[in-house]
């Protein structure tokens, strides 16, 4: 009996947790060329602040190399700006920034540097 109440407590504890976990609801950035910063922002609603459920990792990827990982302990509202300093970043470089937040799932966008000119 024992057994199958702990089971059933450990199953409910799962499914709420799992429930709970959600990814980021958008990833948005841009790239300032002429001062080398990428700015990140994340909407991920957790209501408000949170030390249990937040954004715990931002990688950031240039032309498919890993070249930023960033971990966090606590989300302070529910969109946050991150910058990042990336003096190597030359017009038409590829920047991926993947955000996965602590308890479960993940957003990533997909940006190409250009000039303010477009090109």
């Known amino acids: 009996m024992k057994k199958i ?3 059933v407590l450990f199953l409910f504890l799962l499914i709420t ?15 300032d060329l002429e001062k080398s910063i990428l700015a990140v922002e994340i909407a991920h609603n957790v209501g408000g602040g949170s030390n249990s459920h937040y954004i715990g ?4 990827r240039l ?3 890993e070249v930023i ?3 966090t302990t606590r989300q302070i509202s529910d969109t946050q700006t991150f910058l990042y300093f990336m003096p190597a970043v030359e017009a038409g470089d590829e920047i991926g920034i993947v955000a ?10 997909q940006i190409i540097a250009e000039n303010k000119d477009g090109n």
């Open 100 to 109: 996965i937040c602590n308890v479960g799932g993940q957003g990533n966008i």
């Open 69 to 71: 990982v960033q971990k």
């Open 57 to 60: 990792e931002i990688t950031i």
């Open 5 to 7: 109440l702990l089971s």
């Open 63 to 65: 032309n498919g190399k």
């Open 17 to 31: 947790t799992t429930a709970m976990a959600h990814p980021p609801a958008e990833v948005t950035a841009q790239f």
